[in-house]
C-alpha cells in the first residue's frame, strides 16, 4: 500500500516477538498501533502475524477507508455489527474484542498488559485463549529508535525548541502564565506540531517551586523565575524540553541554584553514552546537587526515555535496572525546587550514539534575564 513501512522498526519487534515465541502481536492502544502500523487508527486492532511477518488492522467500518492512506498495513480486516458491502475482507461481530477473537485462531498471542484495562482485558480473555503479557518485551524494541523514529525525534525536538524560544522572548509583555501557554501552543502547532500536551508548563515565581506546576493566571514580574516545560509531538513522536528564564533580574540564591542545576545537567549529559547504566547518569546529577546542599530539593528522577509516549522505559533514576544503548533517546532533566523561593530545572532530549550522545534540542543553556 502507499506508505513504505519502517523496516527497522518491524525487525526489531519481530526479533522480540520470535525470542518470546509468539504467534501474534496484537495491539489495541492507539500510541502501539501506531507504532506498528505507522499511523493512528481509531476503534480498532493490529496484530503482527510474526510467521508472515504481515501487519493486519482489524478495523472499524468507520476507519477502513482511512487506513491505507495514513498507515503500512498489509492487509484490513473490517468488522462489522449489522452490514458491510465493502471490498474488503470482513467480520460479523458484536465489538472489537468478538472480531478479534473471530480472526486470530488461537496460538500464543502477546499482548502488553500495561496498556490495556483491567476490563479490555477481560473483555479480551474471554474471546481468546493463549494471551501473553509482552509489555516488557514491547518496551525492549521500542526503547531502540530507529533511523525513521530518530528524524522524526528530531523534528518534535526542534517544535519544543522553536515553542519555548518564542514564550520567553514574551515573558515580559504582561501576558499571564496561562495565556503564554495557549499562545505558545498554537505556535507549536503552526510551527508542525500535530499535538502538545493538554497542558504545559508555565510556571512564574513562587509557582516555579512546584515541578509540575501548569499555569494560572499569575503574571511574571521582575524578579521571577518562569519555568518552561514544552511538550509536543511530530507525527506522533513527542519533544520535552525544558528552560528556566528570569525575567528582569536574578536574585543571587535564585542564580546560585541555576548554576547547580546547569551543572549538574551537564555533567548528566556528559556521562550518558553505550553501556552506562541509566542509573548512573542519575546518579552523577543527583550528587552533584547533593554536594552544593540541595539534596532534599531535587524531588524527581533525572530523566526518562521519550517516543510515542512522553514517559517511557528508560527511565533514568537511582532504581533504573537500564542500561544506555545506542539508538535510546531520553531525557535528561534535573531541577531544584525551593518552596517560597522558587524553581529551576533545564531538560534536555538526549540521543544515545555509537560513542557518546547527541543532543537533540538545541536552546542555550546560558542563564538569560528577559
Ligand atoms: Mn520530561
Known amino acids: 500500500m502507499a506508505m513504505e513501512r519502517d523496516g527497522e522498526r518491524i525487525a526489531r519487534l519481530l526479533a522480540r516477538a520470535e525470542e518470546k515465541g509468539l504467534d501474534y ?3 489495541l492502544d492507539p500510541e502501539n498501533i501506531h507504532y506498528l502500523c505507522g499511523g493512528v487508527i481509531d476503534y480498532s486492532a493490529a496484530y503482527l ?3 508472515e511477518g504481515r501487519i493486519v488492522a482489524i478495523a472499524n467500518v468507520m476507519e477502513a477507508e482511512r487506513i491505507p492512506k495514513v498507515t503500512w498495513v498489509d492487509d484490513i480486516i473490517v468488522y462489522y455489527r449489522d452490514r458491510y458491502d465493502g471490498p474488503l475482507e470482513s467480520v460479523k461481530a458484536e465489538n472489537l474484542y468478538d472480531a478479534v477473537g473471530k480472526v486470530l485462531d488461537g496460538g500464543k498471542i502477546g499482548v502488553p498488559y500495561g496498556f490495556i484495562s483491567k476490563k479490555e482485558f477481560d473483555l479480551l480473555s474471554e474471546k481468546l485463549e493463549g494471551l501473553i503479557d509482552f509489555s516488557e518485551d514491547l518496551w525492549r524494541a521500542r526503547m531502540i529508535k530507529s533511523r525513521r523514529e530518530i528524524a522524526l525525534l528530531r523534528e518534535a525536538a526542534r517544535i519544543v525548541d522553536e515553542g519555548i524560544k518564542w514564550a520567553s522572548e514574551r515573558l515580559d509583555r504582561g501576558l499571564s502564565e496561562y495565556s503564554l501557554m495557549v499562545e505558545s501552543k498554537c505556535y507549536m502547532l503552526r510551527r508542525g506540531a500535530d499535538k502538545t500536551l493538554d497542558f504545559l508548563i508555565v510556571a512564574s515565581g513562587p509557582n516555579s517551586a512546584y515541578p509540575h506546576w501548569r499555569c494560572s493566571d499569575r503574571v511574571p514580574r521582575p524578579g521571577d523565575a518562569v519555568t518552561l516545560d514544552y511538550v509536543a509531538s511530530y507525527n506522533g513522536y513527542f519533544g520535552d524540553e525544558t528552560r528556566t ?3 528582569g533580574m536574578a536574585e ?3 542564580k546560585r541554584i541555576y548554576e547547580v542545576v546547569l551543572e549538574a545537567q551537564v555533567e548528566a549529559i556528559e556521562k550518558a553514552g553505550p553501556g552506562v547504566k ?6 552523577v546529577a543527583r550528587r552533584i546537587i547533593e554536594r552544593n546542599g540541595y539534596g532534599k530539593y531535587f524531588t524527581h528522577s533525572t530523566g526518562h526515555g521519550i517516543g510515542l509516549n512522553v514517559h517511557e522505559p528508560p527511565r533514568l533514576s537511582s532504581k533504573s535496572e537500564y542500561t544506555l544503548e545506542p539508538g535510546m533517546v531520553v531525557t535528561i532533566e534535573p531541577g531544584i525546587y525551593v518552596e517560597g523561593l522558587g524553581g529551576v ?6 540521543l544515545i550514539t555509537e560513542d557518546g550522545c547527541e543532543v537533540l534540542t538545541s536552546l542555550s543553556k546560558a542563564i538569560e534575564i528577559i
Open 25 to 27: 502481536v496484537l495491539f
Open 49 to 51: 502475524d510474526v510467521g
Open 245 to 247: 528564564f528570569f525575567v
Open 252 to 254: 543571587t540564591a535564585l
Open 278 to 283: 541509566a542509573k548512573e547518569v542519575d546518579e
Open 345 to 350: 530545572r533545564i531538560e534536555d532530549m538526549v
